[in-house]
């Protein structure tokens, strides 16, 4: 069965860094796109970054590009989330998720299989 289980969230002061992490199991990661989402409180879910299988490409929210990199490791079967130069609007619960292989997108309805979040606060 597959399973994703999110850590590395955290408090942070406004310009600082984080790494989130999206272990996997059940299935190899190097075969599903796998896509970070983010939900605040009173706000909708957002798509922030998603990995493609097989390395076909990635895809970033304006929100975050340039500061925020998806990466996989296929060896430890999980993916990455290195969150740089936070602000406070990214203050939210981050959840990671699956779906088949192909193409990564950055609507939450495409996927299958979700992890239970990690929680990211920045505030100074």
């Known amino acids: 069965q597959a399973q994703l289980a999110e850590s590395g969230g955290g408090s942070v002061q406004p310009g600082g860094s984080l790494r989130l992490s999206c272990e996997v199991s059940?299935?190899?990661?190097?075969?599903?796109?796998i896509g970070w989402f983010r939900q605040a409180p009173g706000k909708e879910r957002e798509g922030v970054s998603c990995?493609?299988?097989?390395?076909?490409?990635?895809d970033y929210a304006d929100s975050v590009k340039g500061r925020f990199t998806i990466s996989r490791d296929n060896a430890k079967n999980t993916v990455y989330l290195q969150m740089n130069s936070l602000k406070p609007e990214d203050t939210a619960n981050y959840y990671c998720a699956a779906r088949g292989w192909g193409h990564c997108t950055l609507l939450g309805r495409e996927y299958d299989y979700w992890g239970q979040g990690t929680r990211v606060t920045v505030s100074s």
């Open positions: 059940g299935f190899s990661v190097d075969y599903y796109a």
């Open positions: 990995i493609s299988s097989s390395e076909i490409g990635t």
